[in-house]
Structure formats: structure tokens, C-alpha cells
């Protein structure tokens, strides 16, 4: 079992609208969380932390799950620049940060 | 500015050949890791070091090796062992397990 996993996809929606990504952990220690976002052929990016009670940044907004092991990306109201691919992060050592990613999930959004 | 630099951006490599990618970093970070990430696959780790002086073998690690004689410092050789190095070199850094920061990437095709 991989310990960060998401579906690869591609979601393909239309602008405007709301779709929603889920990542599973397999290490219940894990401490922190995170989601970034890539764009072809670029580095990753921090799109937002992930916090015990949620968060929202504009139309992005990221929860986690203690329970289910799994953290949540909900994007509204899609645009057109928001097509890229979506990586979970997990930090899953506890004491030493290691930074554990998952395969990411392909988001296109369509006029 | 504060930030990663990975040089070079693009690296062609002959079979049998050892080659060094750059990461210098200034933000006074003490982790950081190196990750390969082939297309449509997410990062796996190669290497990280947590202090000066000190590195871990990550899950992949078989024809790489690395240094950290400096804090600013991580440099990747992929050796002649390294039977498919053709992929995307990501260094990061990170403190205190807040979000991992970045370099461009370096591109490395064996030729």
C-alpha cells in the first residue's frame, strides 16, 4: 500500500465549475499537510497547509480527517488557469520532516 | 531575494558518465531533499539531510550520492550505477516542517 495516494484523474470539468479532490495517509502519526500545485514541466508549489479545523483561501478550501486519514481540496467556481496537477503532501516520519508526496490528480478545466 | 537555485536547468548525460546537479539554497534552511519525478508519476525521495555534515538514504537512492558540507549546500551526483536517470531532479528545503520551498528543476536526458 503506498502511503500517500491519490486518484490520478484527469477531472475534466467546465468553468465555473466545483470539484473536489481527496488524498489518503497510511501513517496515522502524520503531523502536518499540505497541498501544492504543479504545472507542466515546473516546480511544485504550495497552493495552501492543511489544518486540523480546515481552511479556506477564496474559492479553495482544504480539511483533513484524523479519523479517515485522508485531506480533502474543494475548488469552486473553476477557472481556466486553474488546470494543473494537484499534489498532497504528508509529513509522514513524525519526528524528522520528510516531505512524502502523492502522485498527484490532473485537474482540466474547459471552456 | 530568499530562495532554491538548482543548476542547470537542462543536463544531457553520456552513458557511463557521472554528472552533479547544483542546489544552493539561502534561506537558512536546514533540511533538504532531493526528489526525481518522471512524467505522469509524483516525487520520490532520492536523498535528504536534516544538518550539515549529516544524510539519509531515501527510497531511492541505488546510483545517487550526495554532500552536505555546507548549510547552503546539497549537491546530487547521478553516478554510472544510475541505469535510468532520464527524469526531472526536484531540490527543496524546508524549516521546522513548515512547507517545503522549491528550485526550478533540472531536466537530465542520457544521451
Known amino acids: 500500500r503506498k502511503e500517500v495516494e491519490q486518484d490520478p484523474g484527469p477531472f475534466n470539468v467546465p468553468e465555473g465549475a466545483t470539484v473536489a479532490f481527496n488524498c489518503t495517509y497510511s501513517?496515522?502519526?502524520?503531523?502536518?499537510f499540505f497541498w501544492y500545485r504543479q504545472d507542466c514541466r515546473k516546480e511544485p508549489k504550495l497552493l495552501m497547509s492543511?489544518?486540523?479545523s480546515g481552511n479556506e483561501d477564496g474559492r479553495f478550501t482544504a480539511q483533513l480527517n484524523r479519523a479517515s486519514q485522508y485531506i480533502s481540496l474543494l475548488i469552486r467556481d473553476s477557472k481556466l488557469s486553474d488546470s494543473a496537477t494537484y499534489l498532497c503532501v504528508v509529513n509522514l516520519s513524525g519526528g524528522s520532516y520528510i516531505p512524502t508526496f502523492g502522485r498527484g490528480t490532473s485537474l482540466i478545466v474547459h471552456p | 531575494d530568499g530562495g532554491i537555485t538548482q543548476s542547470p536547468k537542462y543536463l544531457f548525460r553520456k552513458e557511463g558518465q557521472n554528472v552533479t546537479l547544483s542546489c544552493e539554497q539561502n534561506l537558512n534552511h536546514d533540511a533538504m531533499y532531493w526528489y526525481r519525478q518522471d512524467p505522469g508519476q509524483g516525487l520520490r525521495l532520492i536523498y535528504y539531510s536534516q544538518i550539515v555534515n549529516d544524510f539519509q538514504k531515501g527510497d531511492i537512492a541505488e546510483g545517487y550520492s550526495v554532500s552536505r558540507e555546507k548549510k547552503e549546500s546539497f549537491p546530487l551526483t547521478v553516478t554510472s550505477a544510475q541505469k535510468n536517470p532520464t527524469a526531472f531532479y526536484l531540490c527543496?528545503?524546508?524549516?521546522?516542517?513548515?512547507?517545503?520551498?522549491f528550485g526550478q528543476g533540472t531536466r537530465l536526458t542520457v544521451v
Open positions: 501513517n496515522s502519526a502524520s503531523q502536518s
Open positions: 492543511v489544518y486540523s
Open positions: 527543496a528545503s524546508t524549516s521546522n516542517g513548515v512547507e517545503a520551498f
